[in-house]
């Protein structure tokens, strides 16, 4: 027994020896890394076009912290500074990596609060007039500050649905007997003498436009007997028929619900742009809530769509250094 236990050990002690210089061994043998100096951001002009997508503003719009139970919190002065937040994420985000020829803005829609609610009718901080003064201050502002910076600046407008006057539904000239339709056009006058901003304003449900060699699809997104697109495969069903409207598409961006997403789609993908505005009475009630949040992506071509931005807004909402788009002498959430 003694014997048997000293050949025992005699062999653990081996196998232990020989792990060991085993390991010995892997590690003379493992190459040597030299450590990196920091990556620096490339040089020169990126051939990618840069997609600013802002949707649901709802100008005017308040929504109150004590009935969000402190989730949100929304007022003109909030909304501009989220806007102004988006603004300078864009254009340092651009700085630190490459110089961009072109950057698209998309304006998704729901620009202003309208007046066509009861409810916000009687709560919105400033009367559907003002909304649009305010917005197309703001969105000038904005839009002049990315020209400054990109060689070009495309803006591409859809209406939305709360812009519509007055209460009733109607379809006949629906997005352009429309508050956010009225905005554009004044915006478009606004910057006329901007030589590098170009406007493609809607006059239809959706518009087409090609990115750096893409399809795009735009629309405001309420188009659809779907209440949210809660689930992918209602976010699908949503979208997908618009494919046989529209025609072929690689990407489809629309907003509406207030929810950030991306679905893959062909070869490209649907992009549900969240809201500036975010979560709200109305969505609390029926048991959503989102964070506003604006997205920033890019378009390369041969490659598709290279990177996603999500712009967290919410981070503004406190930062006074993120006013500056506000108008004339206007209290912004202290008109009623
Ligand atoms: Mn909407």
Known sequence: ????????????????????????????????????RPIQPAKGTAQEALVLALADLHVGEAVKKE?????????VRICLRRLRFCIEE???FAKRNRTFNKIYVFLLGDIVSGDSHNDLKTTNKVNVIEQVETAVVALAKAI???AQVFPAVEVVCVSGNHGRIGPQEYYKDRE????????????????????????????????????????????HGDATSEQSPGTL??????????????????????????????????KGE?????????????????????EPSQTLFSI?????????????????????RYDGYTIRNMQPGDNR
């Not at 009935?67 to 007022?75: F, I, Q, T």
């Open 300 to 320: 390369r071509p041969r490659y598709g769509k290279a990177w996603e931005l999500t712009l967290r807004v919410k981070q503004a909402d406190r930062k006074a």
């Open 176 to 219: 352009v007997l429309n508050w956010d339709h009225l905005t554009y056009k004044f915006l478009e006058l606004l910057l006329a003498k901007q030589s590098n901003v170009r406007f493609d304003i809607s006059s239809s449900l959706w518009t087409k436009v090609n990115v750096a060699g893409y399809d795009f699809v735009i629309t």
């Open 67 to 75: 009935a969000m139970n402190g989730l949100n919190e929304y007022d």
């Open 270 to 290: 649907k992009i549900l742009v969240g809201s500036m505005k975010g979560g709200d009475e109305y969505s609390l009630h029926f048991g959503f809530y989102s």
């Open 233 to 266: 495969y209602a976010f699908e069903r949503s979208y997908g028929k618009l494919r046989d409207l529209a025609g072929r598409y690689d990407y489809l961006v629309a907003a509406h619900f207030h929810v950030r997403g991306t679905l893959q789609s062909g």
């Open 90 to 92: 864009t254009i340092s």
């Open 1 to 36: 027994m003694a014997k048997y236990e000293a050949i025992k050990n005699n062999t653990a002690a081996r196998a232990e020896e020989n792990t060991k210089t085993i390991l010995r061994r892997i590690a003379a043998a493992a190459p040597r890394v030299r450590i990196p």
């Open 144 to 146: 002049g500050e990315l």
